[in-house]
């Protein structure tokens, strides 16, 4: 994981809280933390080299709404590996961002001095300022320390929910199981994610409409990248009958890597229409996906846009992959003082919330009895 420097405006007495309870969620996650003092000034001067060596670390910064910090960091030629600030919405003194809204709709007027990148930033939303700064740092916003420490693991691609208390993760994790029943109808279809002591319910997004790439020519980094299968027997035909329509739905690709596996089933009395049929078919699809074993490894080029949840549009010829998969699992900047990456693990569809269904069963018996398959490529072969 990465070395992270904290640093932290004054702004009231709960400064040290603020700053302490960040550097708590960033150990947490696996970082080694360096804590500046709660002053306006170190922060800017280990990013710039004169008091501390910042080559390879990550720099966070807990200010209050101003922006020429921002502008200051993105005018080094050096410094930090990447860096993120964290706006503070629990400051009463500072009403005019008290909420995420402020945050994403209130423009920002400039600071003293304000020249070079801060004229481009002036004037702009936050959320805007991200577009345009986010190669050289990243701007997120909390109403308390917790919520802080949470959007900050969140944008680093972290998972948030490691960083509540135990107390909080076990009401959360309450809140979850019952969740699991009121919406198991819709299982295959929407996800569950514990975010300190709340639970979100998310429809599964489409993955055709996701803009992240990953491309064995362009992105994909370093010395491998790890194509396995832990469950070949997966079925990959899967076909129902409603009234006199035949529905199929099939992985080419597995079929091209395995061979045809079928299994037809039933269709549900309670279906009335075809497109229920339809919307039924994919469902238990998306099980047994997410059942499949399949999985890939690999290193990109380091951004904020890779975290937890996410799809990405795969290609990666050499691995016979050309695919919509889910990001699993996201770690960033674990190569030390080198260049700004990530480590992700892709899935064919996102894990389930929880619950022991038929096609869960079925799998693990299959993937007990199955092969592990794993084929990497160095990236100088390509």
């Given amino acids: 994981m990465s070395t992270v420097v904290v640093g932290c405006d004054v702004n009231q007495g709960n400064d040290s809280q603020v700053q302490n309870t960040v550097c708590k969620a960033l150990e947490k996650q696996g970082h080694t933390v360096e804590k500046l003092a ?9 990013d710039w080299g004169e008091k501390g060596n910042p080559r390879g670390k990550i720099g966070v910064y807990i200010i209050a709404d101003g922006i020429f910090s921002i502008a200051d960091r993105f005018a080094n030629p050096a410094g930090f590996k990447y860096v993120y600030f964290i706006i503070r919405g629990d400051l009463v003194d500072r009403p005019r961002m008290r909420t995420r809204k402020d945050f994403e709709t209130r423009p920002i007027g400039a600071d003293a001095d304000c020249t070079g990148v801060c004229s481009k930033i002036k ?5 805007q300022m991200n577009e345009i700064v986010k190669k050289k740092c990243y701007i997120v ?56 002591d709340t639970v979100y319910v998310n429809k599964i997004k489409d993955p055709t409409t996701t803009k992240l790439v990953i491309n064995e020519y362009d992105n994909a980094l370093y010395d491998n990248v790890n194509v396995t299968d832990v469950n070949p027997g997966t079925i990959n035909h899967l076909t129902c009958t409603y009234k006199k329509y035949e529905l199929t739905l099939k992985d080419d690709l597995l079929i091209k890597r395995f061979g045809k596996i079928k299994k037809k089933i039933a269709c549900p009395s ?13 469902r238990e699809f998306n099980k047994i996906r997410r059942n499949d074993g399949r999985s890939v490894e690999c290193k990109v080029v380091g951004d ?26 996201c770690s960033h900047d674990e190569d030390g003082n080198g260049p700004w990456t990530a480590s992700l693990t892709l899935v064919d569809y996102p894990p389930s919330f929880g619950g022991d269904t038929s096609s869960s069963k079925s799998s693990s018996k299959s993937k007990s009895k199955s092969k592990s398959k794993t084929k990497s490529k160095s990236s100088g072969d390509k």
Avoid at 38 to 46: Q, T, V
């Fill in 38 to 46: 709660i002053k306006p000034g170190p922060f800017a001067a280990y």
């Fill in 123 to 127: 004037g702009k939303t936050f959320t």
């Fill in 141 to 196: 916003f909390g109403t308390d320390a917790q919520e802080m420490a949470d959007e900050l693991i969140k944008a680093m691609g972290g998972d948030t929910s490691s960083s509540s208390s135990k107390s909080k993760e076990s009401t959360g994790s309450s809140i979850k199981e019952a969740l699991k029943k009121a919406v198991s109808k819709w299982d295959g279809e929407v996800e569950i994610r514990l975010v300190g």
């Fill in 270 to 282: 309670n279906i009335k229409s075809l497109k229920e049929a339809e919307a039924f078919l994919q």
């Fill in 304 to 329: 904020t846009k890779w975290r937890e949840g996410v799809w990405v549009r795969v290609y990666l010829p050499s691995y016979f992959i050309d695919d919509y998969m889910y990001v699993s699992k």
